[in-house]
């Protein structure tokens, strides 16, 4: 899942370039920067390729992956590429255990997490996920990270993850049958594998679980952007 540090600027760069030309052709009308950016595209996803093959990943079709990009431009400021919002939950038991849910789709293990749903504000959509996932009840104490995910390699798609430190309320500990493989509580040295991104987020959720004052963690700018992890 996660590939060398050339294979995630690879990645990175080629998503990048995506996004560019995606958005450029929702805002031209010349024929002529249409064809450029369609060029853009074609080697963009010829790098999103070449990555996923290097690391050993299920490859990516270029051509597919074109195709792909192509359906999602839109006009207008519709059109205008962001990253995707993931929100997550750091939440402990009495032991100081966290809670992580093995994904059914990856078999990798990570804290409770899923996409912003519109009409929910971050918050709302924590809880809502928690309690899908684990079946726990969850209340969001504060904000403890955004984690920029193709900067820190655990992800292929461009997203940024809000991660809130909560505390459980109420409910049964149980894994969605459809979404989680596994759902369970794990000290800080007796984690599962594989966990994605633990590196990162992992000392400062446990400083929370043990009530330490953390300060919300973000990605600090690069200098240069481009040339940098």
């Not at 899923?114 to 899908?132: P, Q, R």
């Not at 969850?138 to 390699?153: F, N, Q, S, T, W």
């Not at 509580?185 to 590196?199: D, K, M, T, V, Y």
Request: aromatic share 8%; proline share 5%.
């Amino acid at each position: 899942m996660v590939g060398s540090d050339i294979e995630k600027q690879l990645r990175r760069w080629g998503e990048s370039l995506s996004a560019v030309a995606r958005t450029g052709l929702a805002f031209t009308e010349s024929l002529y920067e249409k064809e450029r950016f369609e060029e853009i595209l074609k080697i963009a996803a010829d790098m999103v390729a070449s990555a996923d093959l290097s690391i050993g990943e299920d490859i990516r079709n270029a051509e597919a992956l074109v195709e792909e990009w192509m359906k999602g431009v839109k006009k207008g400021v519709p059109g205008y590429v962001t990253p995707k919002v993931a929100i997550g939950a750091v939440v402990g038991n009495d032991d100081q255990e966290l809670l992580l849910i093995q994904r059914s789709d990856s078999g990798v293990w990570l804290y409770p997490t899923g996409w912003a749903d519109i009409g929910y504000s971050a918050a709302e959509v924590v809880v809502k996920e928690v309690e899908e996932e684990t079946g726990l009840k969850v209340l969001p104490e504060k904000l403890i990270a955004v984690l920029d995910g193709l900067r820190l390699g655990f992800t292929r798609q461009p997203l940024y993850s809000l991660v809130f430190k909560c505390n459980v309320v109420g409910g049964v500990l149980k894994a969605h049958e459809l979404e989680c493989r596994d759902v369970g509580w794990f000290g800080e040295n007796n984690l599962p594998e594989p966990l994605a991104g633990h590196g990162i987020w992992g000392p400062m959720a446990f400083k929370a679980l043990r009530g330490e004052d953390v300060e919300p963690y973000f990605d600090i700018p690069r200098d240069p952007v481009w040339k940098t992890k």
